[in-house]
């Protein structure tokens, strides 16, 4: 079974701050992708990136970029210069190869003007 | 194109009531995830199929939840005498269904049962 940890339950920073949103998560498989998600107030879930774990380097994305380490089982992500707009709950998702995520319980994010 | 459609939005039963949930997927795509989502807490996989058949139904918390896909596009989550600790966010999510692929949601069905 696989389970995830966000240790951050809220984290509240001012707009143009960087920050960083932890995950560990535990799985019995030796490949798998990691994801990241967005819930904004609205409620839809929304994609935001996406690691496979065989692949250690870490990327970025227009402000969002992420670290991801194997031999820790640690996948974060960072937003830099964040905006209000970026305010949502974020949850960290490994996907298994047989078709299965598992999400955590998520970080709130709060950025305020 | 047009995304994860579930209806209805909301839904208010009696405890002991049948409801149904209903998810139109994303056109083509050929895995469908249902997921439940209680304040406060993140997604809870309940099931998945790959076509019409369910790959992995090992979320489904007991007999009274059931979920079908007959032709291998829309679902519908049945749940049989309702309990209020069925009431949730009920969120139906698609994927093009190779490994890896990222899910799509909709914006669920917000079921409360009094």
């Known amino acids: 079974a696989q389970k995830v940890t966000q240790a951050q339950t809220e984290i509240s920073v001012v707009e143009k701050e960087d920050v960083t949103l932890d995950c560990v998560y535990e799985?019995?498989?030796?490949?798998?992708?990691l994801f990241w998600y967005k819930q904004p107030p609205s409620g839809e879930l929304v994609f935001l990136i996406r690691?496979?774990?065989?692949?250690?380097q870490n990327e970025i994305s227009g402000r969002y970029s992420w670290n991801f380490q194997k031999s820790t089982s640690s996948f974060n992500f960072t937003i830099t210069a964040s905006q209000v707009v970026d305010s949502a709950v974020y949850f960290c998702?490994?996907?298994?190869?047989?078709?299965?995520?598992?999400f955590g319980d998520g970080t709130t994010l709060t950025v305020k003007p | 194109g047009a995304g994860v459609s579930q209806t209805p939005s909301n839904k208010v039963t009696e405890k002991g009531k049948y409801v149904e949930l209903r998810c139109d997927p994303i056109?083509?795509?050929?895995?469908l995830y249902w997921y439940r989502q209680s304040l406060g807490q993140g997604p809870e996989f309940l099931i998945y199929?790959?076509?019409?058949?369910?790959?992995?139904d090992s979320g489904l918390p007991n007999d009274r939840f059931f979920a079908v896909r007959p032709e291998g596009s829309v679902s519908t989550l049945k749940i049989q005498r309702t309990e209020r600790g069925d009431s949730a966010v009920y969120l139906c999510?698609?994927?093009?269904?190779?490994?890896?692929?990222?899910?799509?949601f909709g914006n669920g069905t917000r079921l409360t049962v009094t």
């Open positions: 999510a698609s994927s093009g269904g190779t490994v890896g692929s990222p899910l799509h």
């Open positions: 056109s083509g795509h050929t895995a």
């Open positions: 690691r496979n774990s065989f692949d250690e």
């Open positions: 199929f790959q076509g019409t058949g369910a790959a992995d």
């Open positions: 998702a490994p996907h298994t190869n047989a078709g299965k995520s598992t």
């Open positions: 799985t019995r498989d030796t490949t798998y992708y």
